[in-house]
């Protein structure tokens, strides 16, 4: 029903006045959506869809029509209210009801579902997407796909420490701050099962932890562990996870995890100057217990394969 949402949603922006349109930049953004659906409606109109669907026109039509459902839903997306994410999910799904594979569509979608907070339907449009796109455009959304998994993982187990709530509060002589604990945490656990928007979500887990907080202090472990899951969770609504080093396979060490691999063993840190290569050492540099070494050789020598850093122990 993409004719008749567009439509509507017209209809809708034109009775809105004064508040209700919204700050300046959104009723100026607004204005915009507005002036994309009325190019889509008439490509539309010419490819003789007067229908409530798009159908699929003629190739030349077809391309007109696809290029312009994907402009209106990159202007529903930078709205980003709620009725406008939700028309862009619309846009894109028609864009695929035209072409099944078109990267632009199910990346429109993608990004859409995960300003609505449906993460579970984002991932598998991502994945899609993935299949299709190559280059920088697939980094980017392998990135993008991680991060979006990551805080999912994040969201299961905060929920499953507060428990929902359960109990908490529900009875009548139970003493303010366990009612407050038992409401915010039930808060949190709906939105999240609810798939509500993003800021919903992070404006209930952070009034869960900060009632938590006050009620058990930072002492209790659960406590904790949940304060560093909403730590995580607000760092990954900020921004991506670290892209992976040039080393494949390879994970970034923070302090805590360096100081942990090296504890109570030898280190060595190899340079790259040529004369080390021709020093007959490789035995001497592998046997300690970390060996770092600093860029690469061009061709084996004595101090082996060439690495970033090499681990030498058994453990």
Do not use: K
Not at 297 to 308: V, W
Request: aromatic residues 4%; charged residues 25%.
């Amino acid at each position: 029903m993409c004719v008749r949402s567009c439509a509507d949603y017209v209809a809708a922006l034109g009775e809105d006045t004064g508040e209700g349109a919204g700050p300046g930049a959104a009723r100026q953004g607004r204005v915009r959506l507005a002036a994309s659906l009325g190019t889509l409606l008439g490509v539309n109109a010419e490819a003789g869809a007067g229908g409530p669907h798009i159908d699929r026109p003629a190739r030349p039509v077809e391309d007109r029509l696809l290029e312009a459902l994907l402009q209106s839903g990159s202007s529903a997306l930078e709205v980003g209210g709620e009725r406008e994410l939700a028309l862009a999910v619309d846009l894109a799904d028609a864009a695929l009801g035209l072409r099944a594979r078109s990267r632009g569509a199910w990346r429109l979608r993608a990004r859409a579902l995960e300003s609505l907070g449906r993460g579970e339907q984002a991932v598998g449009a991502y994945e899609r997407y993935l299949e299709l796109a190559d280059g920088d455009s697939a980094r980017a959304a392998t990135l993008r796909l991680g991060t979006l998994r990551e805080r999912r993982d994040c969201l299961a187990e905060a929920v499953r420490l507060v428990g929902g709530g359960a109990g908490a509060g529900a009875d009548s002589g139970a003493d303010t701050g366990a009612a407050v604990v038992g409401e915010r945490d039930r808060a949190f656990t709906g939105a999240v099962a609810d798939e509500a928007p993003p800021d919903r979500v992070r404006a209930a887990f952070t009034a869960c932890v900060s009632a938590r907080l006050h009620e058990h202090g930072a002492s209790e472990p659960a406590v904790r562990r949940l304060s560093a899951l909403y730590g995580t969770y607000c760092r990954l609504t900020e921004q991506d996870r670290m892209a992976d080093p040039l080393l494949g396979g390879g994970e970034p060490l923070g302090v805590g995890d360096l100081r942990n691999l090296i504890a109570g063993r030898t280190v060595c840190v190899v340079s790259n100057a040529a004369r080390v290569a021709a020093s007959g050492m490789g035995d001497e540099i592998d046997a300690y217990g970390v060996v770092v070494r600093i860029d690469a050789f061009g061709a084996p020598g004595p101090t082996g394969t060439p690495s970033s850093a090499s681990d030498t122990s058994d453990t």
